[in-house]
């Protein structure tokens, strides 16, 4: 459906990108792919990322404190998905399946405080964090790491 009236469209925007905590994005929203471009998905993965994930990778996206130092425990501090990580070495499809099933999932054996969140979001919800980050990074960086996505296909 198509919105005729700029006023209309600009409400639906906001509804959507203010929805309930809890709720999560409509089956027919369901996306296959991370878009950085699409301010909705952005709004609403912001949305998600402060809600399940900023507790861990920080409400700015900076990650904690010596990442790359393993903790007491052998597990490594969760890492930034800003530019100073390594998020964006990453293809899509691969960050899409180490955050719905873990990284145990893709690594075996692998221990990590992060969970698996095919329990916990919807898929769409998940894209939608990943266009959040990603819309974070400077141009030149999200190109590297859209070329990256679309070689690993």
Known sequence: ???RCPIAAALA????AT???GMRLAASADP???DP???TRVARGKVVYAQQCASCHGANLEGQPNWRQPLPNGRLPAPPHDQTGHTWHHPDA???NMTKNGLAALVPGYET???AYKDILSDADIWAVLSFIESTWPVAIRARQ???SRDAK
Do not use: G, H, I, Y
């Open 13 to 16: 925007v906001s509804v959507f």
């Open 94 to 96: 691969q960050l899409f």
């Open 146 to 148: 859209q070329r990256m």
């Open 37 to 39: 471009e699409d301010a």
């Open 19 to 21: 929805l309930a905590p």
């Open 1 to 3: 459906m198509k919105l």
């Open 113 to 115: 405080d992060m969970p």
């Open 32 to 34: 296959t792919k991370s």
